[in-house]
């Protein structure tokens, strides 16, 4: 059974950093795109940051500048690095992985072929 294990998160401060980790067990990454979604309460989910397979990275435009997104294929994990953060950083962030897409978007949501059960980030004023 393929599942996606996120760890980290928790609370932070405005200005302050945390980091999210995501691995992948069951199989191996390769091949899959990865990245990070997350919903805030009372809003949909929304695409925050990707990796694709190619290496290449994506990120939404608020936190561009502000969170790093990586992955180690060995591992078959992915990890996002927040800094500077904002109240409006606040939400549960998903990790997600899909195996037919260059990269995972807000437009190709429904295509994810694994989601992680979710990590709470709270952040601070």
């Known amino acids: 059974q393929v599942q996606l294990v996120e760890s980290g998160g928790g609370l932070g401060q405005a200005g302050g950093a945390l980091n999210l980790s995501c691995a992948m067990t069951?199989?191996?990454?390769?091949?899959?795109?990865m990245g990070w979604f997350r919903q805030a309460p009372g809003k949909e989910r929304e695409f925050v940051a990707a990796?694709?397979?190619?290496?290449?990275?994506f990120y939404k435009e608020s936190v561009r500048g502000r969170f790093i997104i990586s992955r180690n294929n060995a591992k078959s994990t992915v990890s996002l690095q927040m800094t500077n953060l904002k109240p409006e950083d606040t939400a549960v962030y998903y990790c997600?992985?899909?195996?037919?897409?260059?990269?995972?978007?807000?437009?190709?949501?429904?295509?994810?072929?694994?989601w992680g059960k979710g990590t709470l980030v709270t952040v601070s004023s």
């Open positions: 069951g199989r191996t990454s390769y091949g899959y795109a």
């Open positions: 990796v694709a397979w190619t290496g290449n990275i």
């Open positions: 997600a992985a899909a195996g037919l897409v260059t990269t995972l978007t807000q437009e190709n949501i429904n295509a994810m072929d694994y």
